[in-house]
């Protein structure tokens, strides 16, 4: 089964980095693509990023420039480094597999922007 695990999160002042892992386990057949999501408090979940595993990427309008997502399909993880940092980024991030025939969530991490 898969399971996805991210890390990473926390308290960031604005203008400041962060890094997110996401660690998958299990077996992945196939192409699939690997996301990133954000949900912050009473508003839908929103795309952010996204990276085949051919390496092709989008972004989000929103964070084009300041966000940048990367995998390693041997280690079998995909992370989200993000740079200059707004409050309105805060929000719970979700990372996010997808195949042809699944798809799965990892439990979220809270990346919360504040001075």
């Known amino acids: 089964q898969v399971q996805l695990v991210e890390s990473g999160g926390g308290l960031v002042q604005p203008g400041g980095s962060l890094r997110l892992s996401c660690l998958v386990s299990g077996n992945i057949f196939g192409i699939y693509v690997m996301g990133w999501y954000r949900q912050a408090r009473g508003m839908q979940r929103e795309f952010v990023a996204r990276i085949t595993n051919g390496g092709i990427t989008n972004y989000a309008d929103s964070v084009k420039g300041r966000f940048t997502i990367s995998g390693d399909n041997a280690k079998s993880t995909a992370d989200l480094q993000m740079n200059s940092l707004k409050p309105e980024d805060t929000a719970v991030y979700y990372c996010?597999?997808?195949?042809?025939?699944?798809?799965?969530w990892g439990q979220g991490t809270q990346v919360t922007v504040s001075s």
């Open positions: 996010n597999l997808r195949t042809s025939t699944s798809a799965f």
